[in-house]
C-alpha cells in the first residue's frame, strides 16, 4: 500500500551541522509530499511541501526536492540550530483521494549548542 | 487566527473505562480529522468528516470508537470501553476543504493512557 519510510533517530547534531533526514515513499499514484515539524507539547505543523515531481519546498532554511526517479523527498538543511529540535515527519497525500495523508514514523532531532 | 483546540490534554483511565476528547477546529474550516499516534509511530487516520458527513473511517475500530460532528463544527470522539492498546495521543486537524492541496492544521492532541 501507500507508505513513507524515514530515517529513524533519534538524531543528534551540533549547532550549525548540516542535516539531512532521508525520506522515501511508495504510491500507486501521483502524491503530494510534506514535512511536518513537532516541537515539544505542541502539535504538528506543516514545514514544507512539494505537489509535483522535482519541485523543491522550502522553509525556515528547511528544503526538499520531489524525486520520482529515487521516490525521495529528503530533508535539508545547511545550519541547524538549538531552536530546531523537534520531531520531523514525513507524509504523503494522494490527488483526489480525500486528502488521505500517510505519515512516517518520525524522526526526533535534538541539536546541542 | 485560532489555531484548532483540543481538550482534554491528558486523561489517564483504567481499562473498561469510557473516554472523550473533543475537538474545535478553526472556524470555516469544512473538513475535520481525527488521528491516534502511538508513541514511535507517526499519526494514523481514523475518521475524517466533510461538514457533519462522514468522508472516510475505514480505520476506525467501530466495536469501540465512536465519532460525531453534529454540527459540522466542533467534534467530540469517544471510546467505550477502552483497551490498554489505546493508550496514544489522539490529534484533531481540520482544513479547508478536501484536496491534497489544503493544509492540514493540527491541534495539540490529547495524551490518553490506559491503565
Known amino acids: 500500500g501507500d507508505s513513507v519510510t524515514q530515517m529513524e533517530g533519534p538524531v543528534t547534531l551540533s549547532e550549525e551541522a548540516f542535516l539531512t533526514i532521508n525520506c522515501t515513499y511508495t504510491?500507486?499514484?501521483?502524491?503530494?509530499l510534506f514535512w511536518y515539524v513537532q516541537y515539544p507539547g505542541e502539535g504538528l505543523q506543516l514545514l514544507l511541501k512539494?505537489?509535483?515531481?522535482?519541485d523543491k519546498g522550502s522553509n525556515k532554511g528547511f528544503e526538499a526536492t520531489y524525486r520520482k526517479e529515487t521516490t525521495s523527498f529528503h530533508l535539508e538543511k545547511g545550519s541547524v540550530q538549538v531552536s530546531d529540535s523537534a520531531v520531523y515527519f514525513c507524509?504523503?497525500?494522494?490527488?483526489?483521494?480525500?486528502?488521505?495523508?500517510?505519515f512516517g514514523a518520525g524522526t526526533r532531532l535534538t541539536v546541542k549548542p | 487566527e485560532a489555531g484548532v483546540a483540543q481538550s482534554p490534554r491528558y486523561k489517564i483511565i483504567e481499562k473498561r473505562q469510557s473516554v472523550a476528547f473533543w475537538c474545535n477546529p478553526i472556524?470555516?474550516?469544512?473538513?475535520l480529522y481525527w488521528y491516534q499516534q502511538i508513541l514511535g509511530q507517526g499519526p494514523k487516520l481514523l475518521i475524517q468528516?466533510?461538514?457533519?458527513?462522514?468522508?472516510?473511517d475505514s480505520q476506525l475500530p467501530k466495536d469501540r470508537f465512536s465519532a460525531e460532528r453534529l454540527k459540522g463544527v466542533d467534534s467530540t470522539l469517544k471510546i467505550q470501553p477502552a483497551k490498554l492498546e489505546d493508550s496514544a495521543v489522539y490529534l484533531c486537524?481540520?482544513?479547508?476543504?478536501?484536496?491534497?492541496?489544503?493544509?492540514?492544521?493540527f491541534g495539540p492532541g490529547t495524551r490518553l493512557t490506559v491503565l
Open positions: 512539494a505537489t509535483k515531481a522535482d
Open positions: 472556524s470555516g474550516h469544512a473538513t
Open positions: 504510491a500507486t499514484g501521483y502524491p503530494s
Open positions: 507524509a504523503l497525500s494522494l490527488r483526489g483521494n480525500n486528502n488521505d495523508m500517510r
Open positions: 486537524a481540520s482544513s479547508l476543504d478536501v484536496g491534497s492541496y489544503n493544509e492540514q492544521f
Open positions: 468528516f466533510q461538514n457533519n458527513g462522514v468522508v472516510d
